[in-house]
């Protein structure tokens, strides 16, 4: 089934030690989002992809930062995580000119 | 921006009754109106959608209605079962804007009981 994985599913890490979340799908989607969910709030854009050009949200904190190598990849890179970072991370993936996006599982997050 | 609002936040229903949870929107731009399901632990699901040129579109047990004039739009679930207790979203998207980004409103936890 084409589908939206991301690893981990679950992660810890300490507070200022930089930490990456990884998404990689099987759609063959040329759009690749990331957004933030914090408990119990509504999902937040934080920045996305359209093939290979990056386009970052305003309000996105610098020590967020992206990555994808290629069409399937993309990763999450948090330079130095706060104890305000800990959330559910959650990747989408969506075709240009298309509105429909569609979530993988996410990733939960934990700062100690 | 856009700014999507949501209500209720909660809503408890017994099985086999209606849910009704309602959206408003605040960019006339707007084109989509995508609702999500969302379960405890799992990313958002895509339940339905409906366009701006549309006013209603159904789906077996679930409909949804926009009022373009009113900015605002419905999701309504009939026959509500046990399994459809989960957190819903709306959101709201431009093909005005980069990515066509989702904005979301706040949600509602939908508890059906047996």
């Known amino acids: 089934d084409a589908m939206v994985i991301q690893n981990p599913r679950y992660q810890v890490t300490q507070f200022g030690k930089p930490v990456t979340l990884s998404c990689s799908q099987t759609l063959n989607h040329n759009v690749m989002y990331w957004y933030q969910q914090k408990s119990s709030q509504a999902p937040k854009l934080l920045f996305h992809?359209?093939?290979?050009?990056?386009?970052n949200e305003a309000d996105t904190p610098d020590n967020f930062q992206s990555r994808r190598p290629n069409t399937s990849f993309c990763f999450l890179d948090i330079r130095s995580p706060g104890l305000g970072d800990a959330a559910m991370y959650l990747c989408?993936?969506?075709?240009?000119?298309?509105?429909?996006?569609?979530f993988g599982p996410g990733t939960r997050l934990t700062v100690t | 921006g856009e700014n999507v609002e949501q209500h209720p936040s909660t809503l408890s229903v017994q099985e086999g009754d209606s849910a009704v949870i309602k959206c408003t929107y605040s960019?006339?731009?707007?084109?989509?109106f995508p609702w999500y399901k969302q379960e405890l632990g799992k990313g958002p699901q895509l339940i339905i959608d409906i366009r701006s040129n549309v006013g209603e579109k159904k789906d077996q047990r679930i409909a949804v209605t926009l009022n373009k004039t009113a900015k605002h739009f419905s999701l309504h679930i009939t026959e509500t079962q046990p399994e459809d207790s989960a957190v819903y979203f709306c959101?709201?998207?431009?093909?005005?804007?980069?990515?066509?980004?989702?904005?979301f409103g706040k949600g509602t936890s939908l508890l059906v009981t047996p």
């Open positions: 989408a993936t969506g075709e240009q000119g298309h509105h429909e996006q569609y």
């Open positions: 992809y359209y093939d290979k050009d990056f386009n």
């Open positions: 960019d006339s731009a707007s084109n989509y």
């Open positions: 959101a709201a998207s431009s093909s005005r804007d980069s990515g066509y980004a989702l904005n």
